[in-house]
């Protein structure tokens, strides 16, 4: 919280009215290069598939082409804001009120498999090769160690092969996850051609019904404990009526990993005021990975319950 320097942004959840033949007309000429011709996805995530469309409020989706996502490559699009485009409070609605639109479509948009701009055949068989390099981060199925589960079926069926390509190969700024292009800097040391194959391999997942998940093991009181004096100033008593995310969503555990989970803890997330709350990071916290690992059981035993 201390390297906060502005106050945090309290969003609502109201409806935003605007124009929707001019959003969908400045969602054509200013946003289909990167979020893809129909909102599925490209570079950037698919912002017209109901799975987002359903959790994200019209404030938040306003919010973010208002002022950009600190560590992507979402800059802020408002007028005076400087970006590459400049929008008008009016057009801004507008764009919203389009978006919200697609929610009730009668049919989904696929994922785009399409990674457009590179003319391969990408190989499964090669990407499997490559992939050994990722799998001291994901796992070597894909279940997730202290990166994401890339196999999670809640994260294939909203990431398109361009997005997975992008961020192999541009990595995610203020994770660890470093660019892996060659020359980057990164461990991979990729070429196009390969990262397209790791994306191909990784999307031959989709289909499995069984997608291994390394689960920590923890003590469901101990963790309740540390929850309420070092998580619940931020995420709220229950974890769901803070400031901060909430983190008692089974839609977030059903795509968040236990080393995902762990990540964030130890580390902190980039550009939010969530710092690492592991021993010695100087953090808000300073908890051991054994606590960190009962906190997490606690969590998912905690949504259970509310879920039944």
Known sequence: KAWQTVPSVQLGDEKIYGSELLGQKIFQEKCVQCHGTYGEGGLAPGILRKGFLEIA??????????????????GAMAKGEHGIVELTDPELDAVVAF????????????VSRQYRGI???????????????????????????????????????????????AMTMMGREGTAMDPQGIGSGGNAELDSQQAIDIANYIRDWQDREDV????????????????????????????????APALNNQDFLEVASDG????????????TPMQSVAERS????????????????FLRAQAELDQE
């Not at 391969?120 to 894909?142: F, I, M, T, W």
Request: hydrophobic share 35%; aromatic share 8%.
């Open 282 to 297: 100087h953090g808000m916290a300073q908890l051991n990975a054994e606590q960190i690992n009962h906190i997490i059981v």
């Open 260 to 271: 995902y989970l762990q990540a964030t803890m130890a580390l902190g997330r980039w550009g």
């Open 99 to 110: 978006m919200r639109s697609q929610q009730f479509a009668t049919e989904d948009i696929p």
């Open 212 to 243: 291994p998940w390394r689960k920590v093991q923890g003590d469901v009181p101990t963790g309740k404990k540390l929850y309420e004096s070092n998580c619940a100033q931020c995420h709220g008593p229950s974890g769901n009526e803070g400031f």
């Open 119 to 165: 003319d391969v055949n990408a190989s499964a068989a090669r990407g499997k090769v490559l992939y050994e390099r990722c799998a001291p981060c994901h796992g070597q199925d894909g279940g997730g160690l202290v990166g994401p589960a890339l196999g999670n079926p809640g994260f294939l069926d909203n990431a398109t092969d361009g997005f997975i390509i």
């Open 57 to 74: 409020s019209d404030p938040f989706i306003r919010r973010m082409i208002q002022k950009g996502r600190a560590g992507t490559a979402m």
